[in-house]
Nanobody, 115 residues
Framework: QVQLVESGGGLVQPGGSLRLSCAAS????????MAWYRQAPGKQREWVAR???????NYADSVKGRFTISRDNAKNTVYLQMNSLKPEDTAVYYC?????????WGQGTQVTVSS
């Protein structure tokens, strides 16, 4: 079983940056895909970015060119660097890990983009 703990959320002005972290417990090498999702108030949870065990990455069109996902296997941690933030990026951001076909979720971290 995998446990995920997100951190790094907060309040930032439009155009600002934040870096989210997702620390995973257990065997990191058994985790094939890690991803970030977000859920804004009144909306469905949506996929943001993912990274495979070989560090191949994919991004939603809405964040492409602004967000960067990366992983540090030595620290069992995945990061989401978010630049040029917009008010529409406001949401609770969740980390997901896929281990042997099972999905595990973190508790989420709030990101608010507002002046």
């Amino acid at each position: 079983q995998v446990q995920l703990v997100e951190s790094g959320g907060g309040l930032v002005q439009p155009g600002g940056s934040l870096r989210l972290s997702c620390a995973a417990s257990g065997s990191f090498f058994d985790i094939s895909i890690m991803a970030w999702y977000r859920q804004a108030p009144g909306k469905q949870r949506e996929w943001v970015a993912r990274i495979t065990s070989s560090s191949s990455t994919n991004y939603a069109d809405s964040v492409k060119g602004r967000f960067t996902i990366s992983r540090d296997n030595a620290k069992n941690t995945v990061y989401l660097q978010m630049n040029s933030l917009k008010p529409e990026d406001t949401a609770v951001y969740y980390c997901l890990a896929n281990q042997r076909g099972l999905n595990y979720w973190g508790q989420g971290t709030q990101v608010t983009v507002s002046s």
